[in-house]
């Protein structure tokens, strides 16, 4: 479910998006450790979403994020600026584009 959520939502703008319009601008308007929070929340569950499939995704996800405190830091820097070039996007659709880029697709290729 939550990789339909995001999968969708990353194509689509926030009119669209299932929260009701969220948007990354929204997002950036939030306290920065509320943001934080969101981030790695998000990337968390991403991260159990790729742990499904074989292959390195989850790996990745896992070494570009969560590697060390210093890290995790430099990463939601980065999504914060993708979000200001991206403001009318849901946010968690900004957070899979960056996460594709980065570990690849999150694709799920198990059967039901």
Not at 15 to 22: F, H, I, K, N
Not at 82 to 93: I, L, N, S
Request: hydrophobic share 40%; glycine share 8%.
């Amino acid at each position: 479910m939550f990789l339909l959520v995001l999968g969708g939502a990353s194509l689509a703008h926030a009119e669209d998006a299932p929260t009701g319009g969220t948007t990354s601008a929204d997002v950036l308007t939030w306290a920065i450790e509320s943001q934080d929070a969101y981030f790695q929340t998000s990337i968390g569950m991403a991260g159990v979403v790729a742990s499904q499939n074989e292959g390195p995704t989850a790996r990745c996800v896992d070494d570009w994020y969560f590697k060390d405190r210093a890290t995790r830091q430099r990463r939601n820097d980065f999504i914060r600026e993708t979000m200001r070039r991206f403001p009318d996007y849901h946010p968690a659709g900004v957070i899979l584009a960056v996460l594709e880029k980065q570990c690849g697709s999150f694709t799920f290729d198990g059967a039901p």
